[in-house]
């Protein structure tokens, strides 16, 4: 299965999903949508309790439920209960809800906005930059994200074709990297500026962002250059992409007399970076 993990929102509620390109589906956290229908303070035990009673009814729904890896909310990958849309608007058939409704209206627009994009790319394009308008990023920082994305996936490409594994082998590898420019690994950063499951680079200032992608696109180009064989050759690489542009950020710094690196976050700030002037 050839995964993408992501985070949508209903209602400020997280719905965590996988999308399945070899499928063409999403998979969705059973719990979440029980979190969101019930508002139960523990969603897992409601979950068993409906598990089990359904299994006693006959109810195939459950039978054929997958179990997936997705972040917990301690940031940990752990193996959760998923189900596709279809198997989804079963199950809250048989979750009493005035949300239930709204729910599976905003699921089926979750899944037909998706096969949209594979149709048309560009419109998830289009949507991220109104996402990020209504956050109140600038323009210039929106940039600076898209093609932080378009350098983080040349880079996953090339990990790709090095043999590198998607999961943890990648992380360890980003890991690498943003302690090699920042000095701090990216747990530590995300902990630096006050979050738990939100995205880093979201939360990253222009010069943070622009260091970044720099130093994943020279790690990019070191790899294709030297094409390394194993992890610990992918984990040189790593570090020399890093360290080249820690010490960029290390001479910038000394010229203006301040960290590049900042506790910073939207939380924390009107708007990051500044706001954009249209709002």
Known sequence: ??????L?????????????????????????????????????????????????????????CNGLKMEAPDGKMRMTDVADVEQI?????????????PFKLWLAEVARERLDEIEDPELGIDRMLEYYHRKGYSTNWINQRLKSIEVRKELSDEWEQRGVKKGQEYATLTDIITHGWSGLTTKEYKQYKGLKKESLRDN???????????????????????????????????ARGGSIVGNTRKEIEANIGKSIVTPLNTKNIDALPEPNPKK
């Open 1 to 6: 299965m050839t995964k993408q993990n992501t």
């Open 204 to 238: 990253m200032t222009n010069l943070e962002l622009a260091l970044n992608t720099l130093a994943e696109a020279t790690t990019t180009e070191i790899s294709r250059e030297h094409k390394p064989k194993t992890l610990a050759e992918n984990r040189k690489v790593a």
């Open 89 to 101: 608007f079963r199950l809250i058939q048989s979750i009493p809800s005035p949300k239930a409704e």
């Open 8 to 64: 949508k929102l209903f209602e400020d509620k997280k719905v965590r999903t996988v999308w399945d390109n070899d499928q063409g589906k999403w998979y969705v956290s059973i719990v979440d949508v029980i979190t969101v229908l019930t508002e139960s303070p523990n969603p897992q035990v409601y979950w068993r309790v409906l598990k089990k009673r359904l299994l006693v009814e006959g109810n195939q729904t459950v039978t054929n």
